[in-house]
């Protein structure tokens, strides 16, 4: 009995405002399911953030449709939950993935919790904000306490959880229950496979370089899924590595040997299928006058997108252009700035704040900062009711 486990898929995104990059997410999820149907496994667990948002364009509607569609022919079910990108924090709220269910797609909800496949037992949960945890940790000893019941049990969540992420975590690890024998996680983007409780709990990372800083993961560890054999006493785990389409050159060079060194990555990149992105520091730089438009003229055509960085003789960074999607994110440089507070509960509220507000969410943060306040700073008789 084996299984395909991916997650983070992010349909729908497009990087740095190109269509290119929309498509290649498009074109690297054909691959996997591909691959999937060609590995012929019994069925598939998608573990959230299928796509980027939680009002996919049609176009992301479609993509998955259309992958489904391929599964359903093979006779292969795949098990979902929604991750933070495609769950929208209100109640009775549903996620894009229920419009699939006659696609053979199972969501998993916080009413559907679980399912059986033949003999095995496969539970989940979407994605909680750290606030509403009291109740997801209840609601996980109960399926913890179902899945006793059963000699094989799969658990499927999209969290951060404190061993694997630095600021973003919602769970620590002793909060997971330790009786399932796989744990399909999504919501961290790079690979990880470790062992936990009697069995093995692994993130496939994301599909696709969603940020940049998930690059120096994916020359580790590659981008795709993997393939889990539930037969023996522990499940066996392979990683399937899935080529995305283009690649992302790290180029360090220097001002006084520019042109040699931009004559370099021509060479390198001249024969790639795809135009590469390209981050492109160059040192020791005296003048910047000309020095942009030097770039894209020799290397403009040949690229999907430049992210060049200056740096000064005495190392400093000459900010040139406008970065939009900068090395710092806005997520770390606000978890910087939050530090001052010295308090992992501000953090915590300022992140999620952050995640709500940059989708308009506005109700949903109203209510997290009540919540936040009620469980903080409560006083009474000091509220008006209105
Ligand atoms: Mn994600």
């Given at each position: 009995m084996k299984f395909a486990h991916l997650a983070d898929?992010?349909?729908g995104y497009r990087q740095f405002g190109l269509y290119e990059r929309e498509k290649d997410f498009y074109e690297v999820f054909e691959k996997i399911i591909d691959r999937i149907i060609e590995e012929d496994v019994d069925f598939v667990v998608h573990s959230g953030d299928l796509f980027d948002d939680s009002k996919p364009s049609p176009l992301a509607l479609l993509n998955v449709q259309r992958g489904l569609m391929k599964l359903k022919n093979a006779n292969i079910p795949v098990y979902a939950i929604a991750g933070n990108h495609d769950t929208v924090l209100r109640k009775n709220s549903i996620p894009p993935q229920v419009l699939f269910k006659k696609f053979g797609l199972k969501v998993i909800s916080q009413i559907n919790t679980n399912y059986m496949y033949e003999d095995i037992f496969i539970a989940g949960l979407p994605y909680v904000p750290s606030s509403k945890h009291k109740v997801f940790k209840k609601k996980l000893s109960e399926l913890s306490k179902k899945a006793s019941n059963h000699e094989k049990s799969i658990l499927i969540l999209h969290q951060g959880i404190d061993k694997y992420f630095n600021l973003q975590y919602e769970l620590e690890i002793g909060d997971i229950p330790d009786n399932f024998n796989y744990y399909a996680m999504g919501h961290l983007h790079n690979y990880i496979n470790d062992d936990f409780g009697k069995g093995k709990l692994v993130y496939p990372g994301s599909s696709e370089i969603w940020k940049t800083n998930e690059i120096s993961d994916y020359r580790k560890n590659g981008k795709g899924f993997v393939i889990v054999d539930l037969d023996g006493n522990k499940p066996s785990v392979t990683r399937i590595k899935i080529d995305i389409p283009r690649e992302f050159i790290d180029r360090s060079v220097d001002y006084n040997s520019l042109s040699r060194d931009i004559e370099s990555i021509k060479n390198t990149i001249k024969d790639f299928d795809k135009k590469p992105i390209i981050n492109l520091t160059v040192n020791n730089?005296?003048?910047?006058?000309?020095i942009y438009e030097m770039i894209n003229e020799e290397l403009g055509d040949l690229t999907l997108n430049i992210r060049p960085k200056f740096i000064s003789p005495d190392e400093e960074n000459i900010d040139l252009i406008i970065d939009?999607?900068?090395?710092?994110?806005p997520i770390e440089v606000l978890s910087d700035r939050l530090e001052i507070y010295d308090d992992e509960n501000i953090s915590k509220l300022g992140i999620e704040l952050y995640n709500l507000l940059s989708k308009d969410m506005i109700e949903e943060s109203e209510e997290l900062i009540s919540e936040f306040y009620k469980e903080n700073f409560s006083i009474e008789n000091d509220v008006e009711e209105d």
């Open positions: 898929t992010h349909l730089v005296e003048s910047t006058s000309d939009k999607e900068n090395a710092l994110g």
